[in-house]
């Protein structure tokens, strides 16, 4: 019997790695760890198909079943366009993309990677000016060919995870930079009244010591 996490990979081998999250899950991976734990079926992925399923099936020893189409139904390989013309570089869709196959930046014109799009279309929904669409594409020569794609889109799909992790620990090591500068300026702005309080306990301490003529203080 394989062990979880021999399991997780080798049904994660087997999905699509489109990353389209129809499943729903966010990723072909969380879906894979899903039904290695018993969370999830084996027939919610539309992009693999019943032949997924089949696959799936295999490698759990279980007996296959259908599709179920309330997840969505396959589609026809395709990638997604944007209207350059109508572009308005809001970068919705740069966020959305869950393997970085848009180029782009603030209020500059965006442009899909063909060659890495998944199809998985979710870059659709948040585009405020509906300006991305999908476009048919030929369907992977060989059964070759389409896992090696599958492998560069999983690849793609770590990568941003990776750098989201990273971008989300520098913003908070800025922000505690923030906190600590304004800390220590905080700091700085109260040692004049620590320093007099330290000075005049000081003199009241030495005047304590002086004899009683000497101790009060001059008119």
Known sequence: MLD???LIERIDAILPQTQCGQCGFDGC???ATAIAEGRADINQCPPGDNAGVQKLAAILNIAPKPLDTTYGHPKPKAVAVVDE????????CLRACPVDAIV?????????LSEACTGCERCIAPCPMDCISMQEVAEPATPEIQQQLADRARERYHFRLQRLARDQQTRANKLQQKRVTASTAQTAQDMPASKQAIIQ???ERARAKLPGHL???QA
């Open 4 to 6: 979880k996490f021999t």
């Open 29 to 31: 991976k969380p879906y």
């Open 85 to 92: 013309s109508q572009c308005i570089g809001c970068t919705f």
């Open 104 to 112: 782009g930046a603030a209020k500059q014109m965006h442009t899909v």
């Open 201 to 203: 306990a000081a003199m």
């Open 215 to 217: 101790a009060k203080p």
